[in-house]
C-alpha cells in the first residue's frame, strides 16, 4: 500500500518537474523545494549515522579506541569555521587533510594516470599482437602527440609545427564529438528511465 | 545547428530579416527561419514522443555487443561458485536509470553462478538503492543474507575506505549495514582483503572507478571491471587499453549489451528501442538546423548581408 503510495507521488513530482519544459510555475518549484529537502534530510542523517555514529561514537564510547581522538579533534576543529574568532583553528585540519590526501594520491596517480598510460601509447611489437592491433597503436600513438605539439605554446604554431597541431586539434574534435555523442546517450537514457517508470511502474502499481 | 530559442528570439531573427529585406519584396521566410530557430517545445515534444512510443510499442531493434561488454561478460564468467566479488554501489539516484540496470544484471549473473556478494556503497545516496537492488534479485535466486550476500552500507570517505579493505574488511566494517558484527557473518569466514576477493565490480557515475583502478587495482592487484554512464564511460576507455580494466559497459547501452549476454532480459534491453529511436530524431533535427543553416548563409552571400545570423542584421 505505501510502496504503491509512494510510486503515485514520484509519478505526480516527475511530471511537476516535467512542467518546466513548458514554463516555470508553482509546482514545478513545490516539487524542486520538495527535492532540496528530502536530499537535505536524508544525508544529514546518513553522514551523521554513518561517519559520527559508527565511525566515531561506537568505536570512542563504546569500544575504547582511543586512537581514533585525534582524528575526532581534527574534524571538530573544522567546525570551528562558523566562528570569526577561531575560524584559524580550523586550517591546521585543512593542512592535516591536504597533507594526507597528496601523500595518497600523488604517487599512485603518477603511477597509474601517467606512466602506465604513457607505456600503453606505444605500439606493441607484432609478436606480439595483430598488424590491425599495432596499427591501432600506431594511430593512437600520432593522436597523442599532436595534440601533445597542439599544447605546446613555447613557439609559434606555423609550418611543420602548426601542421602537426592541426592533426592534433582533428584528433580533439573527434574526442569532443565521441564525449558529446555519449552526453547525449546519457540524458536520453535518463528520460527512458522517467518515462519506463511513468509507463511501466506506476500502471504495475496501480495494477493497470 | 538547431538552437534552443524562444519565441522571443524567433521575433527578433525575424525582425531582422524584415529590416534587411526591406518593404514590397516577399520572401519564403518560412524556410530557413524555421528551422534555424525552431520553437524548443516543439522539439521537447518529439523527443518526448520518440522515447515513449517505443516503450509502448516495442520495435525489438538489435544490440550488437561490444568488445568491452564481452570482456565484462568474460570476467564474470570465469568466476567459480563459492568465489566471492566486492560488488560497489557507487552511484546516487540521479543515475538510476542508466547504472540500474547494470547492477541488477551483474548481481543476476553472480547468483546464478553462486558467486558470494560482498556489498557496499561510497555514496550515502547509494544506500537506498543497494538494499533495493540486493533484496530484488536475491529474492529471484533464493540466496539468503549473510551466506550468499552480505551489505555494509556507506562508509564516508571514499579514499580510505579502497585503501583500507586491502588491509582489512573487517577493520573496515566492524559491522555491517544492519549492525551485526562481520566477525559473526558465516559469508566472511577467510575472507578479509583483496588477496581474498576474486574480482571488484564499481558501477559508478563519477571518476571512482579510476580511484579503484588507482588505489585497488595499482596498490592492491585487485582486477576489476566497471559499470559507468554513458559520460563517464570516454575517460575509461584509456584504462582498458592499458589493461587496468579488465572490462566495462558504458551507459544504457552497455547495459543493453550485457543483459544480452547473459540471456535475461531487463531495462536496459526494454529501453534501447526508445534510445535508438530519440537518436535518429536529435539526428534529424541536427540535419534540420545544418540545412536551415547553409540556407542562410546561401542568400546572405547573395545579398552581401552577414555571414551568420548570430552576428547581427
Known amino acids: 500500500m505505501w510502496e504503491q503510495a509512494g510510486i503515485v507521488v514520484g509519478a505526480l513530482v516527475t511530471l511537476a518537474i516535467f512542467s518546466l519544459l513548458y514554463k516555470d510555475n ?93 607505456r600503453s601509447t606505444f605500439p606493441p611489437s607484432l609478436a606480439e599482437a595483430s598488424i590491425w592491433a599495432v596499427l591501432g597503436s600506431l594511430f ?26 592541426q592533426v592534433g ?40 | 545547428m538547431v538552437t534552443q530559442s524562444g519565441q522571443g528570439e524567433q521575433m527578433g531573427a525575424g525582425e531582422q530579416q524584415d529590416a534587411r529585406q526591406g518593404p514590397g519584396q516577399k520572401t519564403p521566410r518560412w524556410t530557413h527561419e524555421m528551422l534555424m530557430n525552431m520553437d524548443r517545445r516543439f522539439i521537447f515534444v518529439v523527443i518526448a514522443i520518440a522515447v515513449a512510443a517505443p516503450l509502448i510499442f516495442p520495435l525489438n531493434l538489435p544490440v550488437r555487443s561490444s568488445r ?6 568474460n570476467e564474470m564468467e570465469k568466476l567459480q561458485p563459492g568465489d566471492e566479488i566486492i560488488f560497489s554501489f557507487d552511484y546516487e539516484p540521479d543515475t538510476m536509470a542508466e547504472l540500474d540496470p547494470m547492477s541488477v544484471a551483474t548481481l543476476r549473473h553472480a547468483f546464478r553462478k553462486d558467486v558470494r556478494v560482498l556489498a557496499q556503497t561510497t555514496y550515502a545516496g547509494g544506500v537506498g538503492i543497494a538494499e533495493r537492488i540486493l533484496r530484488q534479485v536475491a529474492q529471484e535466486y533464493d540466496k539468503v543474507y549473510g551466506e550468499d550476500y552480505v551489505f555494509f552500507g556507506y562508509n564516508p570517505d571514499y579514499s580510505a575506505t ?36 576474486e574480482l571488484l565490480v564499481t558501477v559508478t557515475a563519477s571518476a571512482l572507478a579510476e580511484y579503484w583502478i588507482i588505489w585497488a587495482g595499482g596498490k592492491y592487484k585487485q582486477r576489476i571491471i566497471a559499470g559507468n554512464t554513458a559520460i563517464q564511460a570516454v575517460l575509461i576507455y584509456p584504462y582498458y587499453q592499458a589493461g587496468q580494466l579488465a572490462g566495462f559497459l558504458g551507459g544504457l ?22 534510445q ?38
Request: net charge positive.
Open chain 1, 26 to 118: 508553482p509546482l514545478y518549484r513545490f516539487a524542486e523545494s520538495l527535492l532540496v529537502g528530502v536530499s537535505a534530510g536524508y544525508y544529514l542523517v546518513q553522514y551523521c549515522f554513518s561517519a559520527i555514529y559508527r565511525k566515531f561514537y561506537i568505536p570512542v564510547i563504546g569500544e575504547g579506541d582511543l586512537w581514533l581522538l585525534p582524528g575526532g579533534i581534527l574534524g571538530l576543529l573544522i567546525l570551528l569555521r562558523l566562528s570569526r574568532r577561531v575560524q584559524w583553528m580550523s586550517r591546521y585540519a585543512i593542512a592535516f587533510y591536504v597533507a594526507a590526501w597528496s601523500g595518497y594520491l600523488i604517487p599512485s596517480v603518477l603511477q597509474e594516470r601517467i606512466l602506465i598510460q604513457i
Open chain 1, 140 to 165: 593512437l600513438l600520432v593522436g597523442v602527440v599532436s595534440i601533445l605539439v597542439y599544447f605546446f605554446f613555447s613557439a609559434e604554431h606555423r609550418g611543420a609545427l602548426g601542421r602537426i597541431s
Open chain 1, 169 to 208: 586539434i582533428t584528433f580533439l574534435m573527434v574526442g569532443f564529438g565521441a564525449s558529446f555523442g555519449y552526453t547525449v546517450m546519457g540524458r536520453v537514457s535518463l528520460l527512458i528511465g522517467r518515462f519506463q517508470y511513468l509507463f511501466q511502474d506506476l500502471p504495475q502499481a496501480l495494477s493497470f
Open chain 2, 68 to 73: 568491452e561488454a564481452e570482456a565484462y561478460f
Open chain 2, 162 to 197: 579502497i585503501l583500507r579493505m586491502g588491509e582489512s574488511i573487517r577493520s573496515n566494517y566492524p559491522t555491517d549495514h544492519y549492525h551485526a558484527p562481520t566477525d559473526g557473518i558465516p559469508l566472511m569466514k577467510g575472507v578479509d582483503c583483496y588477496d581474498d576477493i
Open chain 2, 253 to 274: 547501452k552497455g547495459a543493453a549489451e550485457y543483459e544480452k549476454l547473459i540471456g535475461v532480459s531487463g531495462a536496459g534491453l526494454l529501453g534501447m528501442d526508445a
Open chain 2, 276 to 313: 535508438s529511436v530519440a537518436h535518429l530524431a536529435i539526428v534529424c533535427f541536427i540535419i534540420l538546423g545544418n540545412i536551415g543553416f547553409l540556407i542562410q548563409k546561401s542568400r546572405t552571400k547573395q545579398t552581401g548581408g552577414p555571414r551568420d545570423s548570430r552576428q547581427g542584421g
